[in-house]
């Protein structure tokens, strides 16, 4: 069980640094990762000084107790009105809201509960900078989510793959990861075969897999709430053509080139740029459409962003886990992308999908 309390208390530090009275979160994901409550409605007052209150309603109100002995659980359908009543009763004056979360007809409503009595300002991603910043027993859980994705795709790359679906090879997939343990999945797969690998999100489709196409697997695991990340690409029934074997071989470099530029404090964009760098070198710059790698956690997608688009001064954080993952994506011939879930540790960087990355002939 995490430290809860711990969480708690450094988003109070940073609610203090601030001179904010107290932080109201509603993303759900946040609330669970200060609470321990998974719930698709509720919201958490944290006090920068005293107390936090969770409000949820009557669906969750018994497993907010059990969960979160130590808080008081107040009973409503509106959590965030509610509690902002609450600040406001508290004398709480200054009340920071994710208002990269909130929706107008939700920021309306806090505003009216406010009125004059507490004044509404932007906590930005206070939270989610606590979360690029992995405990131990985190790393593990999303560890385990690599684990268990490996192992199926593992599994479903050693029996036959072409002259199937794209479609069937996902559902084959996803269903190996929940036989082998995952509690869900962390996204709906990708399978791309062919000119579909161009798509760097195609959605499986009825595509038959044929003799000597590439074929790329995006795919991950979710394990008591943590997700993994992993994309493959692999050459069907014959040794990869010419300019299937450069563009592999392309990414390849690119990737352990953004590996190894990983290190705490290392500049977000320049993480990006040491990877983009070897793909644009060999005239394939034009192709590489997407920022390298995004943060993982309870979310899929998380701060922080490698991207050329990340604010120039933003640094990896020790204890964040990213993903590193070039493409490069040929208009009607196909694409390559390789992927892997990594902990930027303290001491080390260490890659947490443990599946080959060699340009694999599968039958």
Known sequence: MPDLTSRRSRLTERLRDRDLDAALVT????????????????????????????????????????????????????????????AAEAGLRTLGVERHVVTLTLGDALASAADDAVRLVDLEQAVEALRAVKEPDEVALVAEACELAAAALDGLLSGPVAGRSEFDLARDLEARMLRLGAEGLAF???????????????????????????????????????????????????????????????????????????????????????????????????????????????????????????????????RSIVTVEPGIYLPDRGGVRIEDTVDVGGDAVVVLTPTTKACVVVD
């Open 188 to 318: 709906t797969s990708i399978v791309a075969a062919g000119p579909n690998g161009a798509v760097p999100h195609h959605r499986p489709g009825s595509r038959v897999v044929d003799r000597g196409d590439l074929l790329t697997l995006d795919f991950g695991a979710r394990v008591d709430g943590y997700h993994s990340d992993c994309t493959r690409t692999v050459v069907v029934g014959r040794e990869p053509t010419d300019w299937q074997r450069e563009v592999y071989d392309v990414v390849a470099a690119a990737q352990r080139a953004g590996l190894e530029a990983l290190a705490p404090e290392a500049r977000l964009v320049d993480v990006d740029r040491a990877a983009r760098r070897v793909v644009e070198d060999a005239g394939f710059g034009a192709f590489f459409t997407h920022g390298l790698g995004h943060g993982v956690g309870l979310e899929i997608h998380e701060p922080p962003w490698l991207a050329a688009s990340a604010p120039p001064a933003s640094t990896l954080a020790a």
């Open 27 to 86: 993303h759900p994901v946040n609330v669970r990762y200060l609470t321990g409550l998974d719930s698709s409605n509720a919201a958490v007052l944290v006090p920068a000084s005293g107390d936090a209150v969770l409000a949820t309603d009557d669906r969750y109100a018994e497993a907010a107790r059990h969960l979160c002995p130590d808080l008081e659980v107040v009973t409503a359908r509106a959590v965030g009105v509610t509690l902002v009543q609450r």
